[in-house]
């Protein structure tokens, strides 16, 4: 829009160079709007650019672990975007299907690895790669992963379970900064949260319980671990208030994997400060179907 005039200056489903967007902007054109209608055409065929770059790297055998990593965050991105914009399309079910294989395939190889610590020397290089939500759902799948080793559940079926539910546990949100959030106290304590804002919340983790059925041939218990993840021993968390003995066992080892990287978030990833969160956990987790769990993470820090 130029003034009070309309113009059409790019076409639909056509590609266009930056130095077009400058030329109108010196023009004084400081918007330029999408039809309601043409929005979610244009996210799609927006994306569809990087999408065959992004399968080709995360089906590659030659990148690199960390370069691979930088792929698993920028397709999560872009996931978020068309799931939030436009539903779970098949091109976005098809990525998501690829950065789980490659999540699954990466962390394979750092369970085999004798190395000692190699899944936690991951943890500070995964910072500023991305957004915070992508970050922390790789981070998850992390640190899961070293908790199923010390509780001998790494089977390839178990681990494609938590990859998954990592990848997508917080697809539902409709406000990145809500995935900072651990618990309802830090929800009604933030002043600048819409009443939508805290409804999308208190049901994200239905509605990506939900969300994920879309998905073909994911195997049982995923639609729980993704429903169940705010779920608390002492039967304040949310969505149904499910006590220690109530919440799955497959869950209640995903919780706490979720809940540390969030910790490790708010501590600015010190590592002076990570005993003294994990033995805070332990006095909150040391019940019912946690404990097997807290365990796990207690051990795999210690190594």
């Excluded at 065929?45 to 690199?64: C, I, M, Q």
Aim: proline share 3%; charged share 25%; net charge negative.
């Amino acid at each position: 829009m130029l003034g009070c005039e309309e113009l059409q200056i790019i076409n639909k489903k056509s590609y266009y160079e930056h130095f077009l967007v400058e030329k109108y902007q010196k023009k004084g054109c400081n918007f330029f709007y999408i039809g309601a209608k043409d929005y979610p055409a244009f996210i799609e065929f927006s994306v569809s650019a990087v999408v065959p770059s992004l399968l080709r790297g995360l089906e590659s055998k030659a990148v690199s672990s960390e370069d691979k990593h930088e792929l698993l965050i920028a397709s999560h991105q872009v996931i978020h975007k068309l799931v939030d914009s436009i539903g779970f399309t098949p091109m976005a079910q098809n990525l998501a299907n690829s950065a789980i294989n490659s999540t699954i395939e990466t962390l394979q190889l750092v369970g085999r690895s004798k190395e000692s610590g190699n899944l936690f020397s991951k943890i500070k290089k995964m910072l500023k790669k991305g957004d915070f939500v992508s970050e922390h759902s790789c981070l998850v799948s992390y640190i899961i992963t070293a908790m199923t080793i010390e509780i001998n559940w790494c089977s390839e079926v178990t681990l494609r379970k938590y990859v998954v539910a990592s990848f997508l546990h917080d697809i539902a949100l409709k406000s990145p900064d809500l995935a900072k959030v651990r618990n309802l106290d830090q929800l009604y304590a933030l002043t600048d949260v819409t009443e939508e804002d805290r409804s999308n919340f208190m049901n994200h983790p239905e509605i990506a319980s939900q969300m994920i059925t879309d998905l073909q041939e994911l195997p049982p218990d995923i639609d729980t671990i993704i429903a169940q993840h705010h779920e608390r021993p002492d039967g304040k968390g949310f969505p149904r208030g499910l006590s220690a003995l109530r919440v799955a066992p497959l869950s209640a080892v995903f919780i706490i994997a979720e809940e540390f990287a969030l910790r490790l978030y708010e501590c600015q990833f010190d590592e002076n400060q990570m005993m003294e969160i994990v033995m805070e956990m332990k006095n909150k987790y040391n019940a019912g179907n946690y404990r097997r769990g807290i365990n796990a993470l207690i051990k795999s820090i210690m190594k």
